[in-house]
């Protein structure tokens, strides 16, 4: 069964400073998919960033990057200049193809990071 | 285009009672999925529905819950006979359409307090 794992339950960041949120995941498939999702006090869950694994691209989104490393099984967050909107939960999710038997809707998530921002 | 709306926001109930959770989904989204969200855990899949039919039942317990997205109104997840550890977020998602490629929109969940 696939598993993630999120080592850091806290971490901080000054404003405008950069940090980075640590996941790890277990799993025998080939394809597919990772996630960073944010979970700000209003407990909406709110996409930041996808990767697929058969693209060996890191992911980009505005300040929002990740470091994706396949073969370590590593799929980490990284935030630059962060803003102190950016002060969250951030969960990292995993999602088998669907053509490989995957479920569309069955993410596995992590146990959660949760970020600080210090003005 | 209103994102995934689900009420009531925050929900009490005895214990014994029962809870039903409404979702309606985005707009022409016609697949929805329950997650439950117990205190400093992730979210973990319970449900997947498409209309009238359900898909994937492979996280929901197998007694006391229910869940149905009839071809008309929104989406029921039902908690029969509650229990203290029924106590938890639970968060209803959508997409339009089934594929790789597909997002999930979610909602900003239920709070379910069991007395």
């Known amino acids: 069964a696939q598993t993630v794992t999120q080592s850091q339950p806290e971490m901080s960041v000054q404003e405008a400073e950069t940090v980075t949120l640590s996941c790890t995941y277990d799993t025998s498939e080939s394809d597919y998919y990772l996630f960073w999702y944010k979970q700000p006090p209003s407990r909406q869950m709110i996409l930041v960033i996808r990767?697929?694994?058969?693209?060996?691209q890191n992911a980009t989104e505005n300040r929002f990057s990740v470091n994706f490393q396949k073969a370590a099984k590593s799929f980490s967050l990284k935030i630059s200049d962060s803003q102190l909107g950016d002060a969250a939960m951030y969960f990292c999710a995993y999602r088998g193809s669907l053509n490989y038997g995957g479920s569309q809707g069955n993410l596995i998530f992590g146990k959660g990071t949760k970020l600080s921002v210090k003005p | 285009n209103a994102g995934v709306m689900q009420n009531p926001r925050h929900l009490v109930r005895r214990r014994g009672q029962e809870a039903r959770l409404r979702c309606s989904p985005m707009k022409g989204h016609s697949h929805v999925y329950w997650y439950r969200q117990l205190p400093e855990e992730g979210l973990k899949f319970m449900v997947y529905l498409q209309k009238e039919n359900i898909i994937d039942e492979s996280g929901m317990p197998k007694e006391r819950f229910s869940a149905e997205f009839p071809k008309e109104g929104p989406s029921i997840l039902r908690i029969q006979q509650v229990v203290r550890g029924d106590s938890a977020a639970y968060f209803c998602a959508s997409s339009q359409r089934t594929g790789d490629n597909e997002k999930l929109f979610f909602g900003s969940g239920t709070q379910l307090s069991v007395l």
């Open positions: 990767q697929e694994a058969y693209k060996q």
